[in-house]
């Protein structure tokens, strides 16, 4: 399998997003919001979103269970490069400072993490309204739901996607960029993947890799869904 990142519909729709709250009007408020289901590629569309905007011109973080205030601040303070100031206020500030100089947008995966955690939520506001710069909250099904209790912070999400499972021509693409240029996997085996894989996309590359794998092993240049069979595609569980 090739690595390189497919440009589906959803990583186009994150582009566009992005060029929505950076081309916004003084007037609209500038927090995004990405939520979808685990594996469907939010994640790797930030990082491909990042290194459109350059890397050096966006701060990534992603959030873990154990986060408190602090250890998220010192995340956002060590991406920027600078040890931590305290009292806390002191490191928040310099994340203004250094976010204003450089224009800097944040990107906070995996935000499900800290949307329950009010003084979390409340810096990331302060952040946002000390620098009014894009601030891009990326989660699961739930960070949708839990942050429109947040009337703070909802008031000032202006754009969101909401990832949806791959279609048919979404698999079409990542098989014809993705895999070996002598194997080709014909259209019945690849939307029998896109039903049993959900459209998630982990599964969908999982599936793909194991019959390219299969096709070279056996040297095939085709594989159909009457030779891939009922041959596993990835871990399936029994319900
Ligand atoms: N557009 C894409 N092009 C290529 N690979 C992708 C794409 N989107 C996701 N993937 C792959 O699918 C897997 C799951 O993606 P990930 O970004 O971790 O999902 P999420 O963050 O939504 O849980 C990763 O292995 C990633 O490399
Ligand atoms: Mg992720």
């Known amino acids: 399998m090739k690595h390189k990142i497919v440009e589906v519909k959803n990583v186009l729709s994150c582009l566009e997003l992005m060029e929505n709250l950076q081309g916004r009007s003084s007037i609209t408020p500038g927090i995004g919001?990405?939520?979808g289901p685990s594996g469907f590629g939010k994640t790797t569309t930030m990082c491909w979103l990042i290194n459109q905007l350059g890397a050096r011109n966006a701060s990534y973080v992603r959030c873990y269970a154990t986060d408190t205030p602090s250890s998220f601040i010192a995340r956002i303070m060590e991406e920027?490069?600078?040890?931590m100031l305290y009292p806390?206020?002191?490191?928040?500030?310099?994340?203004?400072?250094?976010m204003n100089e450089?224009?800097?947008?944040?990107?906070?995966?995996?935000?499900?993490h800290i949307v329950g955690q009010s003084r979390i939520m409340e810096t990331i506001r302060d952040?946002?309204?000390?620098?009014?710069?894009?601030?891009?909250?990326?989660?699961?099904?739930?960070i949708a739901?839990?942050?429109s209790h947040r009337k703070q912070l909802f008031n000032r999400v202006s754009e969101w996607v909401e990832f949806q499972p791959a279609d048919l021509e979404d698999v079409h693409e990542f098989a014809s960029q993705l895999l070996d240029d002598r194997v080709q996997v014909a259209e019945d085996l690849l939307e029998h993947i896109r039903k049993r894989s959900g459209g998630e996309v982990r599964r969908i590359l999982t599936a793909l890799e194991k019959i390219e794998r299969s096709a070279l092993a056996n040297d095939l240049d085709f594989v159909?869904?009457?030779?891939?069979?009922?041959?596993?595609?990835?871990?399936e569980f029994r319900r």
Do not use: C
Request: aromatic content about 8%; proline content about 5%.
């Open 33 to 35: 919001l990405v939520h």
């Open 80 to 83: 920027l490069g600078a040890d």
């Open 127 to 142: 952040l946002y309204d000390a620098t009014e710069l894009p601030v891009i909250l990326v989660g699961m099904e739930e």
């Open 102 to 112: 450089r224009q800097l947008p944040l990107f906070i995966d995996e935000a499900d």
């Open 224 to 235: 159909d869904l009457d030779a891939w069979g009922e041959q596993p595609l990835f871990l």
């Open 145 to 147: 739901r839990r942050i």
């Open 88 to 98: 806390l206020r002191k490191s928040v500030d310099f994340i203004v400072n250094r």
